[in-house]
C-alpha cells in the first residue's frame, strides 16, 4: 500500500505560480513512479506530469511542458509540482498518484491516488 497526502493547492493569479507537495509512505521507493494528474470542472481528469522515483524518467504534457516541474526529495520522501506561468485554464483539482514501474500516462495505471488539493488561477 502507498498513502499519499497532497497539500499546497490555493488561489494564484495568471502569471503567477504555486507549489504542490505530495507526501508518500512506503517502505521502499525505489520502483515507484510518482505523477500528478488534474480535472477541470466538466472535464475528465488528465494526465500531467509523472517521474520515476530516482528521477531518471520523467514526462510532462504538452499543455504544461516548460512551466511545471516535477521533482522528488528522497529524504521526506515528497513529491513537488512546482507550477510557474499559470494560466486560467490551469484551474482545477491536482491529484497525486503512484505506481510500481515505468511511468504512464494513462490513469488506470495507477493505483495508488492521494484525496487532491484545488488550484484555482485568476485572470
Known amino acids: 500500500q502507498v498513502q499519499l497526502v497532497e497539500s499546497g493547492g490555493g488561489l494564484a493569479q495568471a502569471g503567477g505560480s504555486l507549489r504542490l507537495s505530495c507526501a508518500a509512505s512506503?517502505?521502499?521507493?525505489?520502483?515507484?513512479?510518482m505523477a500528478w494528474f488534474r480535472q477541470a470542472p466538466g472535464k475528465e481528469r488528465e494526465f500531467v506530469t509523472a517521474s520515476t522515483w530516482s528521477g531518471g524518467q520523467i514526462d510532462y504534457a504538452d499543455s504544461v511542458k516548460g512551466r511545471f516541474t516535477i521533482s522528488i526529495d528522497n529524504a521526506k520522501n515528497t513529491v513537488y509540482l512546482q507550477m510557474n506561468s499559470l494560466k486560467p485554464e490551469d484551474t482545477a483539482v491536482y491529484y497525486c498518484a503512484a505506481r510500481y514501474g515505468s511511468t504512464w500516462r494513462s490513469l488506470g495505471a495507477y493505483p495508488y491516488w492521494g484525496q487532491g488539493t484545488q488550484v484555482t488561477v485568476s485572470s
Open positions: 512506503r517502505r521502499t521507493f525505489s520502483s515507484l513512479t
